[in-house]
């Protein structure tokens, strides 16, 4: 209704109401207004509704949309099923064009103007995240696993006699499995072990770097986010080597945006002149939307260019429009929230867990400076055996996401052999059982699983004693 | 619903009329069971309530809703907005394992359970579309250029030697940057004129490959869905100097699934004993959903396997909803419908611009025959001046997809430089308009446009001869 | 997204492109201004989503949805499940106030706009339905037969002495239901047979009135649609002793708006300067929205208001809602091809009847002139007890609306008694079997109706032949 | 999918994961069960997938969704527009049938079925809010008025010589009217005052009885739930006077349910023998839902039957839905956090305004145990056009529901007269402010009140001194 409709609108209703309607709407316009104008997160949370309203509205700016519209092309947005229309409210020519991911669609002025504006708003959330110093953000529709790989390529193009990767063990598979798919070689360095937790092998890396020819290696992959006994790789010391060799830095910060001290450590690596290309983190792992999505992260305009030019052709709007929807749900505030609540319930669940590992003689394996989301608590008195019993229990009890590793545990990934794998090293002491306090757990969910593990594990403890 | 409550439903209502519920619940049920059992398209469309009623049955299957699931990892589905969750009916999982894009999920039954049925469904689908060889679909969550990557990189895998991809010219830019962002080279083979229409340069073909060591030739890129006046890349005779000489063959076939034409030169090729390793299509394309997704078909376990392995990590589910629903949307019925009426009104579309061309001194661009979905005219009498203005002027008419080509523009494609781009060819003799009657036109689109392109080639032409 | 936020855009995608949205934009908005400045249907349907986020729009003209908007009342618009909030696109106030169905409600401007342009359009409708001259319609949300009621105690407010309501019987209980539940008392003038099928006693009816003092009569209740043998009432006849008798005339039209021959015979009873006072039909068997609704139409404004204010407090919104979704998806092109349809398939399902009875020793019972809807057969041939199980037979063979009626059946309604109910009359020969054309009715369901009845039927006679 | 269907499952992903979700599926299956079974509210609130699927399951149960269903009647319920067939989850049938608003329709087991059992989850809740000797509930779908116009009918049905209505004056129109609707005659009982509160004529109640013939009095109406200083009515001494003078007794209890004094008090009244035949309330006052509804509450199965009986044909099924909806989003749990929130809200809202009162030297003009819901405050210090500013001010500050009330205020409705309309009796001393705790306030609201309404209040009677 533009202000004419409005405006006959007095004819039917008394103009004072419809004054006050009026004023209603325009308030809402300036919310809109101001975001598209400075490219912030409001304040505070938007309403489901209005959402929804605007997407329509930007939706409607694409040529499939106009009416009288007449497509003699090969693609044209059609749609067959108005289900599926609905669930992407019209959105049908995804984002980028043949040259680039991140160009704009002259088909498409809307969705062109959303992944714009939706790039914008991830960087804005990522400054009140606390990496003030990233300048360039980019929503890419393929998890990050993927997105490591294309990030490889681009590294890759640049460096086209490169071959290897320096990799410090995570044993996530789709972070090792991204390095094969992009047809680079993984020098693996294992962690150390220091105090019951597992750290970066600083010495090893320099020791590598100095053994290969530096322009072989394409880059360095370091992660930040991982499961304990694991920490977050010493990324200062590594971006300080590939500032000292001129060597591509990737980071793995699959799901570090939900930790501040995470985010401490980039922005301090960052601070003191470290070297960081490019930094790769899941929308759904830190933002809690459907899996699908990534964002890239870098501080410099070339590496972003170089990352949207190397995209071969279209791509999905899909998580743009989830990323979108979510971050204005959340506006600042909820945001912000949500980050302090995830650090609260850590610190609580940390604490039950200590005193569970004190009654029960066993021990935290974890440093919790620097395993700020995930938590390892020794398994001694359980045996093998029931290792594995009490992971299928804990999974039919409905409990997700608590692993159990055994020591011992080989795996083969193409021709790479892993010892204790999912132990992210070789050299662990115990099995053991992690957990973790991840963005948009309750208390709730901590108090029920510490009953409910703690029930299997007694059972399981008792039938060792009576096995004997 | 289960028996027990239809039961106690005999409480409130009838027990005659519950019955004739019960028996209409039962054949929507049989409907469903014999789709998951024969994991073929049922005949007639699905109901659209019946479709959204079983993807939420099927999202159930998934932990994150299940009643009472207690998350301790990092990834458990959680939806911050509610708005997110409904328009993924819930489903968050995504699809694939760290190890494979296919594999199972055990926090996700639902979400494989629609993977992999998906895929079925698909399969049923390019069977009945006629090519009936086929044993292999994959659903994959990347527009087909990153698709076209992701092939190359698997094949680029098994042949760690080679660096060549043989490519017939198409002038599609990401079909191009497909071979470049997996970091190979490109060997170009122009196309020759033939008649009016460009075909295969078979010759140059053969000699390239003689000329090259073989083993260093990744694999040849044949193009069979393009826009006229290029033609279906020879696919017959590619395939056999594949077989030969035991090169890969990946068979870019965006949106060729819908032409009878195109399908029956691919099942011919096969027959023939041809070699074809990957046939790469668009999902929005050929089935009328948002650009996001694309198909891989291979006649070959080892290759899915292959393909499937190599992804990194999860990917999105998104496209396979969106597939799932369009295909149960329309039934065999449908399907067959759809690809009937695009033939129909390719063939009306061929007439009436062949009888503008003659009635305008112009003439067609392009084989009936082996550009079975786009036709070119050409545009002899507007200068190269007037063909821009030609070109914006149907742009804000409101007609999308007529694309004008010029003589003589050139591109430059990384280090690659093209002439005539657009026109797939660096020998073309005028600049023409060339269009599509992809599915989902309608008759009344090819009407409107005849007017509005014929208004404005007049109006044209008129100020051509007044400039003189 | 107002002009400034337009112009914001412009920093993220090329004006040219926002131009074209901008005019896509304005297009629709210029279709939503003409509907609120003339009050008429747009010739052609309108899209869902521009339907959809019209709704939206008009419903954030409501208080309820003010952003920061205080509630210190005890009714807010508050809603407590967002299922419910989205089915009612945020709609909660209802329509009208305590004084008036038809009154603003200060609180909610949104809901009173779309009150009363949807009357507005109605009223279009009608007009194009072809009641030219009536000049007041009133969405009710009540049935018909709770609306009649309220109509009854409308004109009984105005004739306090009066106490009977003379009525042509036609064999809907809501119709004579109503009566009751208004405390009058009906004057039942039974049909009278001629050429196989019932017409009104017009004879009785002045009978009637001069026997009564005509101050006694509240009101006469004439039925225009109605299922055959029974055809419509005489009105021309019947408004006409109104007229001279003052006594005012309330037509039934429940399902008759969608008959060209009712609305015919209405229009020229008003021409020829006839009485009717209000004239109610049914919004979901005229214009296919669930049941819930209905119009009433009058000639005159004072019966209009009589109408609104009579109605003690606020009513529901939701028929209103769904009509102007409904007329507006329809446009006025929809709606005159949904009456055409409906007229020729009238003519199709009567043709192959009476060609069935023909060739089975039947006889059709209705007037095809004055029975424009539904149709009669004649059922000789089957004895009663069969009758039964033909009535069954069908209903689980999942034919709904076919009525079998047996000569003989009694009802007593309250304290009056029926003979033959359900056929309208005391005196008929035959049982027989009702069918309808309605509105939306499609040729498919005629066809398997067919083939299904007939063999039902002859299974059945065969049986009768046995069974001697 | 039926178990068969997940037994086919199991070929596509292993059996332990489909029995995991098997599992999962069948928890939430029983919840169904049993609250069919039970016909009570979950304990819990039940997830709103959950419930929509089931709803969409129910919905099946009508012919109208059967697949293959014909329809050759004249209301089939069909939808022409799939945005309202959506909205109403494919309910199309209504409730009832011609002869009574409860009864089961054949054609529509599913909507037969939802509103029997929405009846009695009503009944569940309301014994859950205290009202525990209520034998029958009866979801009305129409608002109060006009559902105390069709209490009214029904009563005066039973005694068809009655003429009166004794009501105990309230300011709603609604109450008043529902009674001109009926065509009955009210006899006014003016509040008399005491202690700065209203309270119930008792007397007057009396001395009317005795002076009119009993009989010819159809029924006295209370009511319950009001706008401070009047309080709630006396109904144990009402119910004594019908019990004792054989006079129906019918409670205006439009938004009681919300409060527990209400509640007792209603409870009281019936444990001491009191007559209460009909108690009416609103959906929407009560149960945040729109609009729309009401809800009958009786003792006694014959006035029940009556009520439902005299209901002339179907009607509308939405409020039924949106109640279901609303009762199992809510669960016991969630019904009675309500309300004990309310409670609490009222006590700190009482508070924060007795405080203002002290003070601004200004009185709360009402009985804090009288009136559990609306607060009254003297306006002492506004003069009379000050007020009607003051009304506008916090409308046009988006403050809704709180009421102005200027003594001398007069009102006619049809032909009777009231002085200071609004505050339910002519003798009032003092011009005032009410407003309300009502269920769904939120403790914001109340502050953001009370600092808007006292900048406002300060600023007129700052400007009532400078006027001096």
């Keep these: 209704m533009n202000d004419d409709a409005f405006k006959y609108a007095e004819r039917l209703v008394p103009r004072s109401y419809i004054d006050l309607a009026r004023q209603a709407r325009r308030s809402y316009e300036q919310q809109i207004r101001q975001i598209i104008e400075h490219r912030k997160l409001p304040e505070q949370p938007l309403d489901e509704n209005i959402i929804e309203q605007w997407l329509n509205e930007i939706a409607q700016m694409d040529s499939n949309n106009f009416e009288g519209n007449i497509g003699v092309g090969e693609r044209e947005g059609r749609i067959y099923s108005s289900l599926v229309a609905r669930r992407h409210y019209l959105f049908s020519h995804g984002i980028g064009r043949s040259g680039d991911i991140n160009a704009i669609q002259p088909k498409a002025a809307g969705s062109s103007l959303l992944n714009k504006l939706t ?199 899909n998580p743009t429009i989830d990323i979108f929807i979510t971050l204005l749900s959340m506006g600042k505030k909820g945001l912000i929230d949500l980050i302090q609540k995830r650090k609260n319930l850590f610190n609580i669940f940390y604490e039950k867990l200590l005193q569970w590992t004190k009654d029960n003689d066993e021990c935290i394996l974890s440093s919790k400076q620097f395993s700020p989301i995930s938590i390892a608590i020794s398994l001694k008195h359980i045996s093998n055996e029931h290792l594995t019993e009490l992971g299928s229990m804990l999974f039919t009890r409905r409990i997700s996401g608590a692993r159990v590793v055994k020591l011992g545990t080989k795996q083969t990934i193409d021709s790479y052999e892993f010892i204790n794998y999912g132990a992210h090293s070789s050299n662990i002491q115990y099995s053991y059982l992690t957990v973790a306090a991840a963005i948009g757990i309750e208390e709730n969910d901590i108090e029920i699983f510490m009953k409910k593990f703690d029930s299997i594990y007694q059972k399981l403890r008792r039938n060792e004693n009576s096995d004997d």
Tied chains: 1, 2, 3, 4.
């Design 119 to 317: 790039n914008e708003l991830v960087l804005d959330a990522i400054h009140i995240l606390g990496l003030r110093t990233i300048t360039h953000a980019l929503v890419i529709p393929m998890a990050t696993g993927m997105t490591m790989t294309l990030c490889l390529l681009t590294l890759k193009k640049q460096r086209p006699n490169s071959r290897y990767v320096l990799w410090s063990r995570i044993d996530q598979k789709s972070c090792f499995k991204s390095i094969l798919a992009a047809n680079l070689e993984p020098i693996i360095i294992e962690q150390i072990e220091n105090n019951n937790y597992l750290q970066t092998n600083i010495n090893e890396f320099e020791k590598q770097i100095k053994k290969l020819n530096q322009n072989e290696i394409c880059c360095i992959i370091s992660t930040t986010s991982c499961f304990a006994p694991r920490t977050i790789d010493n990324i200062q010391y590594i971006s300080n080597l590939c500032q000292i060799y001129s060597i591509p830095h990737l980071i793995n910060n699959a799901y570090g945006l939900q930790s501040t001290k995470i985010i401490h450590e980039i922005e301090q690596t960052k601070r003191s002149n470290g070297r960081i290309d490019y930094i790769v983190q899941s929308t759904d792992k830190n933002f809690l939307v459907p899996v699908g999505g990534s964002i890239v992260l870098t501080y410099d305009k070339e590496l972003f260019d170089k990352l949207s030019h190397i995209y071969p052709g279209r791509a999905s709007i």
